[in-house]
C-alpha cells in the first residue's frame, strides 16, 4: 500500500506524542494537587494499620516491651473472651436497629419535605441540626434526658400516666436509648442525600405514571424506590460502617455500663488498649472490627445487582 | 530463643537516643563554650535515662540553672474556674525561677489518665505529671515516673509534715513518688434543707448502719402524693473504690490482702457490706436508680431530691457551685468493724524521661509548699496535703463544719491499689453493677468475679516484680 496509514503519518506521530506528553504532565500535576492527601492518609492511615496489623500478633504493654504471641490475641478473642462475645452482640444489635430506623426514616422524612410548602427550608434545617451538633455535647443532654428519675422524658411519661422506664439504669433499655438518641442525631444526613436523590427523578417518569392512571403508591413503589436505589445502597453502605463504629455515646452517655450493657467493639479496643495497657489485644479487636466491616461491604456490594438500579 | 530474647525494649531504646540526644546537646554546648558542667540539663538526662536514681551522687543541690528551660505540666481541669486556680497555685513558680517555662495541659476525668498513658506510649512523658493514688502500681510498676527518695535524700526535705497514709498511697515499693497537694477519707455530704423539711434530725458522730438505712427511710417519701417516690434518702457513687469500700472496711471485709498479693473479696463481709448498699436501691429503695458514671451520683444530690452522697472532701469545691441548698458534713456510718474509711488524693511527680529533672523537682516542691496548699485549702479544692495547711481548709464555708474531714482521716488507712488496678476497677464496676441492678446476689457476685481478679492479681504480681 502506498498510501500510509493515518498513524505513521510523521504530522500525527508528532502530534500523538505532544498528547501523550501533555497527559503524561497533566498526571504529574495531578498527583501533585492529590500528595497532600496522599501523604496525609499514607502517614496517619496507612502506616498506623499496618503497624496495628503487627501489633496484633504481640503481647505489647506500651511501656515495657512486647512479646511475640502468633495467633493467641485472636484466639483468645474469639474462643475465650466472654466480654468482647458480649461487647459484639451489643454492636450487632446497635447496627441493625440503627441502620433500618435511621433509614427509613430519613427516606419518610425526605418524602415529606420535597415538595413546595410553607417553611420547607426551616424544617430541612431543624433535621439536619442534629447532624452538625457536637456528638458529645448532645450526649451529655441525652444522658440528662434520660435520667430515671430526674429527665424530661420520664417525667412526660409520668405526666401521661405512663411507667417510668429506666432508660440508663437497667441492662435492657441503654442499648435502646443509644439507638434512640443516634437516629435522632444522624437521620438529617441521610435525609439529605435522600432528598438529594429525590430530586434527581426525571419528574416526566411521573407525568407518563399518572396519564396511565397509576396512584400516589404504585408511583412510590415503581418509580420512585427503584429511581432511588443507587442512593439507598449508597446510604445503606455507609450506614452500616458507620454503625459498627459506635463509640462516643456510650463513653459519654454509660461508659458502656451498666455491666457492658451498652460497651461497644470501638468503646473496648479504647479500653483495653488506651486504659488496660494492652495494645496488642486491643489491636486484634481491630482488626477483626475491619474484617467485620470488610466482609459485610463485600457482600453488599455483591447484592446491589439483585436490588440497585443504575439507569 | 527465649522470649526475653525476643523483647522490643523501649528502655534500650530510649536510652540510646537519649543518651545520644545528651552528647549531640553536651558538644554543641562546650563549642559554644558556656562551660555548662553545672548545668543539671545536660548532665542529668542521660543519668535520668539509664537509672532510676538521678541524683543519687550528689551530695547537694546543685545551684538552680539560669539557663531557659521549659517544664510540660499535665493536669486536671474539669472548668475553667479551676483551670484558673490551678494556673494561680503556679504563678509562685514562676517568680522564684524567671528562666522556667511552664506549660500546662489541662484535662477533665479519666480523659487526664488516658491521655497521660497515652503519651507515655510514645515515649513523651510531660515532666511534671498529676500523680493519683489510684494509679500509682500501675504506673510506677511501667516506669513512668522517677522515685524522689534521691532528691529527698539529698535535700533532707521534711515529709513529716504529709499525712503518712497519703504518702504510702503514693509511693511504690515504700519509694516515695509524687508529693500529696490534697489528699481526703469519704465523708457524708448531707442536704440540711431535705432534713430540716422532714423533720429528721442530723447525722451524729456515732451513728451506725441500722441508724443510716432509718434515716435514708424516713428521708424517702412521696412529696407531691401521687403515690411515687420522689424524694430519696441517699445516692451512691456507682464506681466500686469510691462507692463500696469504706463500706466494705467498715464491716470487717476487704478486696485484697494488706501484702496486695491476693484477692481476698469472697468473703461473707465483703458480700454483706455490697449487699447493704445495694439493698438501699433494691430492697428499700431509699436510693434512686442512676446511670453509670464518675458524676451521677453528684448530680443526682444537687438535684436537691436527695438527702445523702458519699465521696471524698474534694467535693467542697463542686457542692459551693452547685448545690443550691444548705449541705454539711458527717462522719460515716459505723459498721459491725467501727468506722473504717479509706484514703486517696494526688500528687505531683516527676515524669520518667525528664530532660530538667531538677527544675521539676522545684515545681513539686514549691507546688506543695505551705503557702500553696494553704491557698488551696481556701478554695475549696482539696483538703490539703500538708498538715500544717489543714487549718486553712477550715476557714471556708460550707460545709458548716469543714472539721469533718480532717476527723475523718483520722480513722482512715491508704486504699489499696495493683499494677491491674485499670482492669481490676472495670471488673469490679461491672460486678457491683449487677448488684446494684439486682439481677444477682452480692454473694453470688464476689465468688464469679474471683477467677478474673486472681488473673489480674497474678499479673500484677509478675509487673511489680519484674
Given at each position: 500500500m502506498a498510501t500510509p496509514s493515518l498513524t505513521t503519518s510523521p504530522d500525527m506521530a508528532v502530534a500523538q506524542e505532544h498528547r501523550g506528553r501533555r497527559r503524561g504532565r497533566e498526571t504529574r500535576a495531578a498527583l501533585l494537587f492529590l500528595m497532600p492527601n496522599i501523604i496525609g492518609f499514607v502517614v496517619f492511615t496507612s502506616l498506623p494499620v499496618l503497624a496495628a496489623f503487627v501489633l496484633s500478633f504481640l503481647d505489647w504493654d506500651f511501656m515495657l516491651g512486647a512479646n511475640f504471641v502468633g495467633l493467641d490475641n485472636y484466639r483468645q478473642l474469639i474462643f475465650q473472651d466472654r466480654t468482647f462475645h458480649k461487647v459484639l452482640g451489643n454492636t450487632a444489635f446497635y447496627v441493625v436497629l440503627n441502620v433500618a430506623g435511621n433509614i427509613s426514616l430519613a427516606l419518610l422524612l425526605a418524602l415529606a419535605l420535597n415538595r413546595k410548602m410553607r417553611g420547607v427550608l426551616v424544617y430541612r434545617t431543624v433535621f439536619f441540626l442534629p447532624v452538625v451538633s457536637t456528638m458529645v455535647a448532645v450526649a451529655?443532654?441525652?444522658?440528662?434526658?434520660?435520667?430515671?428519675?430526674?429527665?424530661?422524658?420520664?417525667?412526660?411519661?409520668d405526666m401521661f400516666g405512663l411507667a417510668k422506664v429506666p432508660w440508663l439504669t437497667s441492662t435492657e433499655y441503654p442499648m435502646l436509648a443509644i439507638i434512640i438518641m443516634s437516629i435522632w442525631k444522624g437521620v438529617g444526613y441521610n435525609m439529605v442525600i435522600f432528598l438529594a436523590g429525590l430530586q434527581g427523578i426525571p419528574t416526566h417518569l411521573y407525568e407518563a405514571a399518572s396519564i396511565d392512571g397509576a396512584g400516589g403508591w404504585r408511583k412510590f413503589w415503581s418509580i420512585t424506590l427503584p429511581m432511588l436505589s443507587p442512593t439507598t445502597f449508597f446510604v445503606v453502605v455507609m450506614a452500616v460502617i458507620h454503625s459498627f463504629q459506635v463509640f462516643d455515646q456510650a463513653m459519654i452517655m454509660t461508659e458502656g455500663g451498666p455491666a457492658d450493657a451498652t460497651n461497644t467493639i470501638v468503646l473496648y479496643i479504647y479500653q483495653t488498649g488506651f486504659q488496660f495497657f494492652k495494645m496488642g489485644y486491643a489491636a486484634a479487636i481491630a482488626w477483626f472490627l475491619f474484617a467485620l466491616i470488610f466482609i459485610f461491604t463485600i457482600v453488599q456490594w455483591r447484592l446491589q445487582g439483585e436490588w440497585v438500579h443504575y439507569e | 530463643m527465649s522470649p526475653e530474647d525476643k523483647r522490643l525494649n523501649r528502655r534500650d531504646f530510649l536510652r540510646t537516643t537519649l543518651g545520644a540526644g545528651a552528647l549531640v546537646a553536651g558538644s554543641a554546648a562546650l563549642a559554644a563554650c558556656a562551660s555548662p558542667a553545672a548545668s543539671p540539663a545536660s548532665t542529668a538526662a542521660p543519668k535520668a535515662a539509664e537509672t532510676a536514681?538521678?541524683?543519687?551522687?550528689?551530695?547537694?543541690?546543685?545551684?538552680?540553672?539560669?539557663?531557659?528551660?521549659?517544664l510540660s505540666w499535665i493536669w486536671t481541669s474539669n472548668t475553667a474556674e479551676e483551670q484558673?486556680?490551678?494556673?494561680?497555685?503556679?504563678?509562685?513558680?514562676?517568680?522564684k525561677y524567671p528562666n522556667v517555662t511552664v506549660k500546662p495541659q489541662f484535662l477533665g476525668g479519666n480523659d487526664l489518665y488516658n491521655k497521660i498513658q497515652t503519651l507515655a506510649s510514645g515515649g513523651t512523658i510531660p515532666d511534671i505529671i498529676f500523680w493519683n493514688g489510684s494509679r500509682v502500681q500501675s504506673w510506677a510498676s511501667r516506669k513512668m515516673a522517677l522515685s524522689l527518695e534521691p532528691f529527698i535524700k539529698r535535700d533532707n526535705f521534711d515529709l513529716a509534715d504529709f499525712d503518712p497514709q497519703i504518702s504510702k498511697a503514693l509511693s511504690y515499693k515504700g519509694e516515695l513518688y509524687g508529693l500529696a497537694y490534697d489528699y481526703g477519707a469519704p465523708v457524708v455530704a448531707f442536704n440540711m434543707d431535705l432534713f430540716d423539711a422532714t423533720g429528721v434530725p442530723y447525722p451524729t458522730a456515732d451513728w451506725t448502719w441500722a441508724d443510716f438505712l432509718a434515716i435514708a427511710q424516713k428521708l424517702t417519701k412521696d412529696t407531691n402524693g401521687d403515690g411515687k417516690t420522689d424524694q430519696w434518702g441517699f445516692v451512691n457513687h456507682t464506681d466500686f473504690f469510691r462507692g463500696f469500700v469504706s463500706w466494705i472496711w467498715s464491716n470487717g471485709g476487704d478486696y485484697v490482702n494488706d501484702d496486695i498479693t491476693k484477692c481476698v473479696l469472697d468473703s461473707p463481709e465483703t458480700a454483706e457490706a455490697i449487699q447493704f448498699v445495694a439493698d438501699l436501691r433494691?430492697?428499700?429503695?431509699?436510693?434512686?436508680?442512676?446511670?453509670?458514671?464518675?458524676?451521677?451520683?453528684?448530680?443526682?444530690?444537687?438535684s436537691g431530691k436527695v438527702g445523702m452522697y458519699i465521696d471524698g472532701p474534694w467535693m467542697a469545691l463542686n457542692n459551693r457551685a452547685k448545690a443550691k441548698f444548705n449541705w454539711d458534713f458527717a462522719l460515716i456510718p459505723k459498721g459491725k468493724a467501727g468506722r473504717k474509711n479509706w484514703i486517696s488524693g494526688t500528687g505531683y511527680a516527676i515524669g520518667r524521661t525528664t530532660k530538667y529533672p531538677e527544675e521539676a523537682w522545684a515545681f513539686c516542691k514549691e507546688l506543695t509548699s505551705v503557702e500553696t496548699l494553704s491557698a488551696l485549702a481556701t478554695a475549696g479544692r482539696g483538703f490539703p496535703g500538708r498538715k500544717s495547711a489543714s487549718n486553712s481548709y477550715l476557714k471556708v464555708k460550707p460545709p458548716v463544719h469543714p472539721e469533718v474531714a480532717i476527723e475523718a482521716v483520722k480513722s482512715a488507712t491508704y486504699q489499696k491499689t495493683t499494677a491491674t488496678f485499670q482492669e481490676m476497677n472495670n471488673v469490679l464496676n461491672k460486678a457491683v453493677d449487677r448488684v446494684m441492678l439486682g439481677e444477682i446476689k452480692a454473694a453470688q457476685m464476689v465468688k464469679d468475679v474471683m477467677p478474673e481478679m486472681d488473673d489480674l492479681m497474678k499479673k500484677h504480681l509478675q509487673l511489680i516484680n519484674a
Open positions: 451529655v443532654v441525652w444522658r440528662w434526658m434520660y435520667s430515671t428519675e430526674f429527665g424530661l422524658i420520664n417525667f412526660f411519661l | 536514681k538521678p541524683v543519687a551522687a550528689a551530695t547537694q543541690a546543685p545551684a538552680p540553672s539560669k539557663q531557659p528551660v521549659e484558673k486556680f490551678w494556673e494561680g497555685q503556679a504563678a509562685g513558680f514562676r517568680t433494691v430492697k428499700h429503695k431509699v436510693n434512686p436508680p442512676i446511670e453509670t458514671g464518675y458524676t451521677s451520683g453528684a448530680e443526682a444530690f444537687y
